[in-house]
């Protein structure tokens, strides 16, 4: 199994920055991507950003390209996701989750086998 935490939600006003992170542990080598989902009240989860483990490839979703970036650091075993230009649309939940696939659409939240319990994101207008 693997374990996610992510932490560095917080309030913000809207135009401002935050960091959030995701550590893992528990079997740190089993999987192959990491992504970002976010949860507004009431609406679908979204996929946000994700990044390939070993090639460092990112993804991101239409609504944050260009102001968000997903990054990890292998030996640490943690995701970031810088996120700037914050909007009040941005408000949710956010979640890190991990693909245990080689390949595979990395937006899809039904490809991700493990998930953290989430940190509350809220931008202010």
């Known amino acids: 199994q693997v374990q996610l935490v992510e932490s560095g939600g917080g309030l913000v006003q809207a135009g401002g920055s935050l960091r959030l992170s995701c550590a893992a542990s528990g079997r740190t080598r089993s999987y192959f991507a990491m992504g970002w989902f976010r949860q507004a009240p009431g609406k679908e989860r979204e996929f946000v950003a994700a990044?390939?483990?070993?090639?460092?490839?990112?993804f991101y979703g239409d609504s944050v390209k260009g102001r968000f970036t997903i990054s990890r650091d292998n030996t640490k075993n943690t995701a970031y996701l810088q996120m700037s230009s914050l909007r009040p649309e941005d408000t949710a939940v956010y979640y890190c989750a991990v693909d245990l696939s080689l390949f595979g659409d990395r937006s899809n939240k039904n490809n991700y086998d493990y998930w953290g319990q989430g940190t509350q994101v809220t931008v202010s207008s």
């Open positions: 990044v390939s483990w070993s090639s460092g490839n990112t």
